[in-house]
């Protein structure tokens, strides 16, 4: 019997062993496929190590990164929550990449405040004429939850540094659409000016006028 047992065991620790190479193969060809752009593909693989082993958190990263080329914003934002905050030793423009990923999965499905906290990082970290492109986004950010005097300052520094480093030719439509985005919150800031002084002489005329005794 205990020939028998030390026999079971034997196949059961062979059988573990041949399961990890077989898994750390999936692994192997999970980033490659990431690193082809084949992000389903790696994708699938990345789940199913996840599931059975929980990857570290640069490998959930990549599943994160996955699931946003995926179209899958909500599960990319969940994995970039909890990844990115054990990923600080990161060279800074790997970060950056996945923090701009994050700020547009958050823009997309709707969460504005959410966004603008990551495209604040990505300026932390990514390349000096990146930076024109994130203000761009950033802008739209404030545009959407109707912070102007924010907005405005955000298109300005990226019509700034467009002017300053140069625009690739595809963006070339942004200068002119720039100058009339910072326009437009122009507008709404003076708009919201006008109102609070119509707002003080109410309140100031309602303050002065005498109140007629009821007696």
Not at 34 to 44: D, G, I, R, V, W
Not at 102 to 127: D, H, M, P, R, W
């Amino acid at each position: 019997m205990r020939m028998l047992v030390i026999a079971f065991l034997a196949l059961f620790a062979a059988d573990a062993t041949a399961q990890r190479h077989e898994d750390t193969d999936k692994l192997g060809r999970a980033l490659e496929y990431f690193q082809s752009a084949k992000y389903h593909e790696a994708l699938l693989l990345f789940d199913y190590l996840d599931r059975n082993y929980t990857l570290n958190p640069r490998f959930r990263a990549y599943m994160a990164l996955c699931y946003y080329y995926e179209w899958d914003y909500q599960k990319a934002v969940d994995y970039f929550a909890k990844s990115l905050p054990e990923l600080e030793g990161l060279a800074p423009h790997e970060r950056s990449v996945y923090y701009f990923a994050a700020a547009e999965s958050c823009f997309n499905l709707g969460k504005y405040e959410e966004s603008t906290i990551y495209y604040n990082k990505v300026l932390q970290v990514c390349y000096p004429q990146e930076q024109a492109d994130v203000y761009y986004k950033l802008g739209f950010c404030h545009l959407t939850i109707g912070q102007w005097a924010e907005a405005k300052q955000d298109f300005e520094s990226s019509l700034q540094i467009y002017r300053s480093l140069g625009v690739a030719e595809d963006k070339q439509a942004r200068l002119p659409q720039l100058e009339r985005m910072i326009a437009g919150c122009e507008a709404e800031l003076r708009k919201k000016e006008l109102m609070e002084k119509e707002q003080q002489k109410e309140t100031a005329t309602e303050a002065e006028t005498p109140k007629v005794s009821q007696e």
